[in-house]
């Protein structure tokens, strides 16, 4: 059975870093892209980044890119999401989930995880 | 406001039909972007209902159908039933901004 489980979330003060971990069992990670999606309180769903399989090729939203960086060990079958420099509107439950298509026009994410709660505030 | 355009809600009582409707634009499903869709129920996390514009999981029902068309595409619901009350989003890659986008969701009300 397929599973990604984040950890990591916290309660954090503006400015400050956090780094999220996924932990994924139950297929060949280092096979398969995956991704980060966030979603606001009573919001809805955002993409955050995406990172090929093999952690080379990486894709981040506009409010991510210079502050989140994501990274793959294919060694532990962990995805890592580093946020630097947080924001109270980075509050949010993350999503960690695994990637399926053969083309990135074509990636969609399959598996989902729970979620973590990341909460930015003073 | 997100590149691609959902309606905020829908309606429709058991057993009648919905559909949802993503709109986007030359640089996501128009120019050829599969389309994927997702329910959320309160509380949980989304689950992928349909991939590659018109394909279904194992274990999700055909009461459920995608379709895509120049730069729109839909999500059809046919015999509603309460348990499809939810949350519901699309899905697309975007060329221009080198990333995935996410409709604004549309929450579906079983009357």
């Known amino acids: 059975e397929v599973q990604v489980l984040e950890s990591g979330g916290d309660l954090v003060q503006p400015g400050e870093s956090l780094t999220l971990s996924c932990a994924a069992s139950?297929?060949?990670?280092?096979?398969?892209?995956m991704g980060w999606v966030r979603q606001a309180p009573g919001k809805g769903l955002e993409w955050v980044s995406t990172v090929h399989d093999d952690g080379v090729g990486t894709y981040y939203a506009d409010f991510a890119k210079g502050r989140f960086s994501i990274s793959r060990d294919n060694s532990k079958n962990t995805l890592f999401l580093q946020m630097s420099r947080l924001r109270v509107e980075d509050t949010a439950v993350y999503y960690c989930?695994?990637?399926?298509?053969?083309?990135?026009?074509?990636?969609?994410?399959?598996?989902w995880g729970q979620g973590t709660l990341v909460t930015v505030s003073s | 406001q997100s590149v691609l355009t959902q309606p905020p809600s829908v309606s429709g009582a058991p057993g009648q039909r919905v559909t949802i409707s993503c709109t986007g634009g030359s640089s996501n499903i128009g120019a050829g972007s599969h389309v994927h869709w997702y329910q959320q129920l309160p509380g949980t996390a989304p689950k992928l209902l349909i991939y590659?514009?018109?394909n279904r999981p194992s274990g999700v029902p055909d009461r459920l159908s995608g379709s895509k068309s120049g730069t729109s595409a839909s999500l059809a619901i046919t015999g509603l039933r309460a348990e499809d009350e939810a949350d519901y989003y699309c899905l697309s890659y975007d060329s221009l901004s080198d990333g995935w986008v996410f409709g604004g969701g549309t929450k579906l009300t079983v009357l």
């Open positions: 989930a695994k990637a399926e298509g053969f083309t990135v026009d074509a990636y969609y994410f399959d598996h």
């Open positions: 590659g514009n018109n």
């Open positions: 139950g297929f060949s990670f280092k096979n398969f892209a």
